[in-house]
C-alpha cells in the first residue's frame, strides 16, 4: 500500500489511480450509507446495522480464506444475515437481542478463526487489518462496477419503498390497516441494509461500516426537518467525510511515524464524530427557544401524559 | 336484525378466536353514516379485535363484516380511515405535522412523493378540520399527546373516508385536548356526514356527542341508543354478574357489584365507568 505514498507532491492526488478509485467508490458507498442510513435511524434498527456489519465481518474473513473477493463475502454473509434475523423475528418482537446478541458473538468468533486460518495459509498478514478496518487505497478496479451497481440497487429499493417505510415506522398498525404488506417491506429494507453495510465495509472496514451507516444519519437528523432533506444531508455529510479523510490520509504520509500513512478508515470515522459534535453545538439553540415557546403555549400537561405508558386492551 | 339499506357498517354475528381463547362471540351492530358511536368497555374486553376485525387485520372466526353493504375488501379501501392509539416514533424523526397528514395521501403506495400545490392545499385544509394548522411545521415527535391525536385524524381525515375508526384516542389526554379532540370528531360527523366510531374505557367524554353506543364486556357486546344501553339489567346481562348504574351529576358510573372490585377508570378523581373484572363465563 505504501508504493504510492513513496512520493508524494498535492497535484499527485488526483492523477493516482487507486486515489480516484477510492474517490469514486467512496461516494457511492457515502450516499448508499447516509440514505439507508437514515431510515435506519428513523426506523430504531441501528442494533440490525450493527447485526449484520458482525456477520458481514464473518463473511468477509471467510472470503479471504477461501480466496474470494471480500465484498461478495460481505454481501452474501449480510444478506444472509438479514434473511435470519427476519426468520427470527427479530423487526417484530423486541426482546430478541439476547438471541442476537449470542449469535454475533459466535459471528465474530467464526470471523477470528477464518482469519487466523487464512493469515497462516496465505502469509498476507495485511488481510485482517483490510477486512476488519477497511482500506480504500487497495480496492481492486474490477470490482468497482459491482460496488456501484450494489450501490444503485439499495438506493433503488429504499426510492421506491421510502413511502411505505415512513408510514409503518410511524404506525405499523396504520401501515397494515391501509393495505400495507408491512413485513414483506421490512424484508425489503433489510436486504437494503445489508447491501449498504457490506458496502461500506469495503470501504471502512466491516467493524466499522456502522460509523458510515449511522454517523452522518444522526447527524443529519438532527439539522433537517424532513426524510428527503435528512437524506441529502446524510449522504453529503458521508460525502465529505470519506472525501476528507482520503486527503487527509493521502498526506499524513509525513505524519508520524514518517513514510506510512495513517488508515482512511480513522479519519472518516474521526470527521464522522466531529460532524456528529458539531450538530450538537447547532441545535441546542433551537431546541431550548422551542421548548420556551411550548412551555408558552402551555404543554407541560401534554408531556406528562407522553410519558405515561398507553393503556391498550388486548 | 332487520335489514336497513343505510347501514355504512355492519357486523353480523362477529365471533373471533385467538390462540384458542374465544375472544369475542355473537357481536352485531350497524353504523350509519354520520353516526357518532362510542365503542365502549373495560381494558381487555375485546374492544381492539373489534377495531382490527372492521380493519381487515384480524379474521374473524364467524360472522361477517358488511361495508355499504358488500363483504369489505381486502385492502381496506378507502372506506375507512383509521387513527392508531399512539406512534411508535422516537422525538427526533423529521417528519412535520404536515409530512404525516400527506402520507395519508399516499403513504401506502410505493415511490416517492412528487410535492405539487394542490397536495400542499390538501394537506392544509385537512389540517385545517383538525384546528392543527398552528403546528403545521412542527415535528410531529415534538407534539403533545393531543396534538398527535389531531394530526393523525387529519391523516386519516386527508383520504376521504367514510368510516373513521379511533383506537382509544382519549387515553392518556388531559381533560382539555379530550373535549378538543371529541368536539372535532362530533364536527365531522355533523359536517361531512363522516361516521365515527371510537373506542374508549371511559364513555363520559363522550356522552354529550355520541348517539349511539357498543357496549363491550367478557367478549360480548350490546349495542344501541346510549340511554337504551347503559342501563343496570342490560349491563348486568352482559358482564354475567350484578353490575349498577348510577348517574351522579351529569356523569355515569357503573360499578360492579361483584366480590372483587377494581377500578379502571382513567380519572379516579372524576371516576368515569368503574366496572370489576369481566367475571362474565361466556
Same mark, same amino acid.
Given at each position: 500500500?505504501?508504493?504510492?505514498?513513496?512520493?508524494?507532491?498535492?497535484?499527485?492526488? @488526483?492523477?493516482?489511480?487507486?486515489?480516484?478509485?477510492?474517490?469514486?467508490?467512496?461516494?457511492?458507498?457515502? /450516499?448508499?450509507?447516509?440514505?439507508? !442510513?437514515?431510515?435506519?435511524?428513523?426506523?430504531?434498527?441501528?442494533?440490525?446495522?450493527?447485526?449484520?456489519?458482525?456477520?458481514?465481518?464473518?463473511?468477509?474473513? !471467510?472470503?479471504?480464506?477461501?480466496?474470494?473477493?471480500?465484498?461478495?463475502?460481505?454481501? @452474501?454473509?449480510?444478506?444472509?444475515?438479514?434473511?435470519?434475523?427476519?426468520?427470527?423475528?427479530?423487526?417484530?418482537?423486541?426482546?430478541?437481542?439476547?438471541?442476537?446478541?449470542?449469535?454475533?458473538?459466535?459471528?465474530?468468533?467464526?470471523?477470528?478463526?477464518?482469519? +487466523?486460518?487464512?493469515?497462516?495459509?496465505?502469509?498476507?498478514?495485511?488481510?485482517?487489518?483490510?477486512?476488519?478496518?477497511?482500506?480504500?487505497?487497495?480496492?481492486?478496479?474490477?470490482?468497482?462496477?459491482?460496488?456501484?451497481?450494489?450501490?444503485?440497487?439499495?438506493?433503488?429499493?429504499?426510492?421506491?419503498?421510502?413511502?411505505?417505510?415512513?408510514?409503518?415506522?410511524?404506525?405499523?398498525?396504520?401501515?397494515?390497516?391501509?393495505?400495507?404488506?408491512?413485513?414483506?417491506?421490512?424484508?425489503?429494507?433489510?436486504?437494503?441494509?445489508?447491501?449498504?453495510?457490506?458496502?461500506?465495509? /469495503?470501504?471502512?472496514?466491516?467493524?466499522?461500516?456502522? =460509523?458510515?451507516?449511522?454517523?452522518?444519519?444522526?447527524?443529519?437528523?438532527?439539522?433537517?426537518?424532513?426524510?428527503?432533506?435528512?437524506?441529502?444531508?446524510?449522504?453529503?455529510?458521508?460525502?465529505?467525510?470519506?472525501?476528507?479523510?482520503?486527503?487527509?490520509? +493521502?498526506?499524513?504520509?509525513?505524519?508520524?511515524?514518517?513514510?506510512?500513512?495513517?488508515?482512511?478508515?480513522?479519519?472518516?470515522?474521526?470527521? /464522522? /464524530?466531529?460532524? +456528529?459534535?458539531?450538530?450538537?453545538?447547532?441545535?441546542?439553540?433551537?431546541?431550548?427557544?422551542?421548548?420556551?415557546?411550548?412551555?408558552?403555549?402551555? =404543554?407541560?400537561?401534554?408531556?406528562?401524559?407522553?410519558?405515561?405508558?398507553?393503556?391498550?386492551?388486548? | 336484525?332487520?335489514?336497513?339499506?343505510?347501514?355504512?357498517?355492519?357486523?353480523?354475528?362477529?365471533?373471533?378466536?385467538?390462540?384458542?381463547?374465544?375472544?369475542?362471540?355473537?357481536?352485531?351492530?350497524?353504523?350509519?353514516?354520520?353516526?357518532?358511536?362510542?365503542?365502549?368497555?373495560?381494558?381487555?374486553?375485546?374492544?381492539?379485535?373489534?377495531?382490527?376485525?372492521?380493519?381487515?387485520?384480524?379474521?374473524?372466526?364467524?360472522?361477517?363484516?358488511?361495508?355499504?353493504?358488500?363483504?369489505?375488501?381486502?385492502?381496506?379501501?378507502?372506506?375507512?380511515?383509521?387513527?392508531?392509539?399512539?406512534?411508535?416514533?422516537?422525538?427526533?424523526?423529521?417528519?412535520?405535522?404536515?409530512?404525516?397528514?400527506?402520507?395519508?395521501?399516499?403513504? #401506502?403506495?410505493?415511490?416517492?412523493?412528487?410535492?405539487?400545490?394542490?397536495?400542499?392545499?390538501?394537506?392544509?385544509?385537512?389540517?385545517?378540520?383538525?384546528?392543527?394548522?398552528?403546528?403545521?411545521?412542527?415535528?410531529?415527535?415534538?407534539?403533545?399527546?393531543?396534538?398527535?391525536?389531531?394530526?393523525?385524524?387529519?391523516?386519516?381525515?386527508?383520504?376521504?373516508?367514510?368510516?373513521?375508526?379511533?383506537?382509544?384516542?382519549?387515553?392518556?389526554?388531559?381533560?382539555?385536548?379530550?373535549?378538543?379532540?371529541?368536539?372535532?370528531?362530533?364536527?365531522?360527523?355533523?359536517?361531512?356526514?363522516?361516521?365515527?366510531?371510537?373506542?374508549?374505557?371511559?364513555?363520559?367524554?363522550?356522552?354529550?356527542?355520541?348517539?349511539?353506543?357498543?357496549?363491550?364486556?367478557?367478549?360480548?357486546?350490546?349495542?344501541?341508543?346510549?340511554?337504551?344501553?347503559?342501563?343496570?339489567?342490560?349491563?348486568?346481562?352482559?358482564?354475567?354478574?350484578?353490575?349498577?348504574?348510577? #348517574?351522579?351529576?351529569?356523569?355515569?358510573?357503573?360499578?360492579?357489584?361483584?366480590?372483587?372490585?377494581?377500578?379502571?377508570?382513567?380519572?379516579?378523581?372524576?371516576?368515569?365507568?368503574?366496572?370489576?373484572?369481566?367475571?362474565?363465563?361466556?
Amino acid at each position: 500500500m505504501g508504493h504510492f505514498f513513496s512520493y508524494i507532491v498535492e497535484p499527485g492526488l @488526483l492523477s493516482s489511480g487507486p486515489v480516484l478509485t477510492a474517490l469514486l467508490v467512496g461516494t457511492v458507498v457515502a /450516499v448508499t450509507s447516509g440514505v439507508v !442510513g437514515v431510515l435506519t435511524v428513523i426506523r430504531g434498527q441501528s442494533f440490525a446495522g450493527h447485526s449484520l456489519a458482525d456477520v458481514a465481518t464473518t463473511g468477509g474473513a !471467510g472470503a479471504f480464506l477461501a480466496g474470494l473477493n471480500q465484498f461478495w463475502g460481505f454481501l @452474501l454473509a449480510g444478506v444472509a444475515g438479514a434473511a435470519i434475523m427476519e426468520l427470527i423475528g427479530v423487526q417484530r418482537r423486541r426482546g430478541r437481542d439476547v438471541a442476537t446478541g449470542v449469535v454475533l458473538g459466535a459471528a465474530l468468533g467464526a470471523a477470528a478463526l477464518f482469519l +487466523y486460518l487464512g493469515t497462516q495459509t496465505s502469509s498476507t498478514t495485511g488481510a485482517s487489518f483490510t477486512i476488519l478496518f477497511g482500506s480504500m487505497f487497495v480496492i481492486s478496479p474490477d470490482t468497482v462496477p459491482a460496488l456501484i451497481a450494489s450501490g444503485v440497487l439499495a438506493l433503488a429499493v429504499v426510492a421506491v419503498l421510502s413511502r411505505v417505510l415512513l408510514l409503518t415506522s410511524l404506525s405499523p398498525e396504520l401501515a397494515a390497516a391501509r393495505g400495507v404488506p408491512v413485513r414483506a417491506v421490512g424484508i425489503g429494507y433489510l436486504v437494503a441494509l445489508a447491501v449498504s453495510v457490506s458496502l461500506s465495509a /469495503v470501504v471502512i472496514g466491516a467493524v466499522l461500516s456502522t =460509523a458510515l451507516l449511522i454517523g452522518p444519519a444522526a447527524t443529519a437528523l438532527r439539522i433537517a426537518k424532513r426524510p428527503t432533506r435528512a437524506m441529502a444531508a446524510a449522504a453529503l455529510i458521508g460525502t465529505a467525510a470519506t472525501w476528507l479523510g482520503i486527503l487527509l490520509s +493521502y498526506d499524513s504520509h509525513y505524519w508520524p511515524p514518517s513514510g506510512h500513512g495513517w488508515p482512511v478508515s480513522f479519519f472518516v470515522v474521526a470527521l /464522522v /464524530v466531529a460532524g +456528529y459534535l458539531l450538530s450538537y453545538a447547532w441545535r441546542p439553540g433551537r431546541r431550548a427557544r422551542r421548548r420556551r415557546a411550548r412551555a408558552e403555549a402551555g =404543554a407541560e400537561a401534554a408531556a406528562a401524559d407522553r410519558e405515561e405508558p398507553a393503556c391498550s386492551p388486548a | 336484525m332487520t335489514p336497513q339499506p343505510e347501514a355504512l357498517l355492519r357486523l353480523e354475528n362477529i365471533g373471533v378466536r385467538l390462540g384458542g381463547r374465544q375472544i369475542l362471540t355473537g357481536v352485531s351492530f350497524m353504523v350509519a353514516p354520520g353516526q357518532f358511536t362510542g365503542l365502549i368497555g373495560p381494558n381487555g374486553a375485546g374492544k381492539t379485535t373489534l377495531l382490527r376485525v372492521i380493519l381487515g387485520l384480524t379474521p374473524p372466526t364467524e360472522g361477517r363484516v358488511l361495508l355499504n353493504g358488500s363483504p369489505r375488501p381486502r385492502s381496506g379501501g378507502r372506506l375507512i380511515g383509521y387513527v392508531p392509539q399512539k406512534l411508535a416514533i422516537d422525538q427526533d424523526v423529521p417528519l412535520r405535522a404536515r409530512d404525516v397528514v400527506g402520507l395519508g395521501i399516499d403513504g #401506502h403506495k410505493f415511490g416517492f412523493p412528487l410535492p405539487s400545490a394542490s397536495r400542499r392545499q390538501r394537506i392544509t385544509e385537512a389540517l385545517q378540520a383538525v384546528g392543527a394548522e398552528s403546528y403545521a411545521d412542527a415535528r410531529i415527535g415534538e407534539l403533545s399527546g393531543g396534538e398527535q391525536q389531531r394530526v393523525l385524524i387529519a391523516h386519516a381525515l386527508i383520504g376521504q373516508p367514510k368510516l373513521l375508526l379511533l383506537d382509544e384516542p382519549l387515553a392518556n389526554l388531559d381533560l382539555k385536548s379530550e373535549q378538543g379532540i371529541v368536539s372535532v370528531l362530533a364536527r365531522l360527523a355533523r359536517e361531512q356526514r363522516i361516521a365515527v366510531l371510537i373506542s374508549a374505557h371511559d364513555m363520559n367524554p363522550l356522552m354529550r356527542e355520541t348517539d349511539t353506543v357498543v357496549y363491550v364486556a367478557a367478549g360480548r357486546a350490546a349495542a344501541g341508543r346510549t340511554d337504551e344501553i347503559i342501563r343496570s339489567e342490560v349491563l348486568s346481562a352482559l358482564y354475567g354478574s350484578q353490575v349498577d348504574v348510577l #348517574h351522579v351529576h351529569g356523569r355515569v358510573l357503573v360499578i360492579a357489584g361483584d366480590e372483587q372490585q377494581e377500578p379502571q377508570a382513567h380519572h379516579p378523581a372524576e371516576t368515569g365507568i368503574v366496572v370489576g373484572p369481566g367475571t362474565g363465563r361466556g
